[in-house]
């Protein structure tokens, strides 16, 4: 039976998105503080501002805004300075220093559903504190990622949905891949499993090992 949607990964943690990743379209349309460093002509109405005729034609300069993240992402250039990224609060030396401390009791749902996705594509923009939002990301996944994954083994046929309630979208696609190496594993034990297949990765291997030996 085939399925109307195949999952496709993700590339938000990596300099692009990959734009038939559905999570990656949902984190391009995460809204970013802005602020205009020059005036923005004919985009006012696009942007829907309240005002008279001439506020709808136009954006002055020094107007702080919140857009979408694909569109800051073009309106960015560091040459022409047409606008200035915010840190959105999350990712500001505050909550850094409460991830530091113990990144396992902050909700990342509730903060942003996409919160390493949209904080790596922070790093397009170039500010000063790049390095260290980098390694906040880093350290905070590393620091949640074992109790996701203890998390995901311990909870063979129980109600995880509070469990899950607190993390992100990425790491709710690793608990429900814990689960479900869990259950075939289970599967496993007591012989309900059909066929041992090689994984995608050796498959993928084999493929191109016969194509170098062909060239």
Known sequence: MSE?????ESGALGPEENFLSLDDILTSHEKLPVRTETALPRLGAFLERSGGPETHNAIPQGSKLEIPLWLAKGLFDNKRRILSVELPRIYQEGWRTVFSADANVVDLHKMGPHFYGFGSQLLHFDSPENADISQSLLQTFIGRFRRIMDSSQNAYNEDTSALVARLDEMERGLFQTGQKGLNDFQCWEKGQASQ???????QNYKKRKFTDMED
């Open 196 to 202: 041992i297949t090689a994984s995608n990765l050796v």
């Open 4 to 8: 109307a949607y195949f999952p496709v």
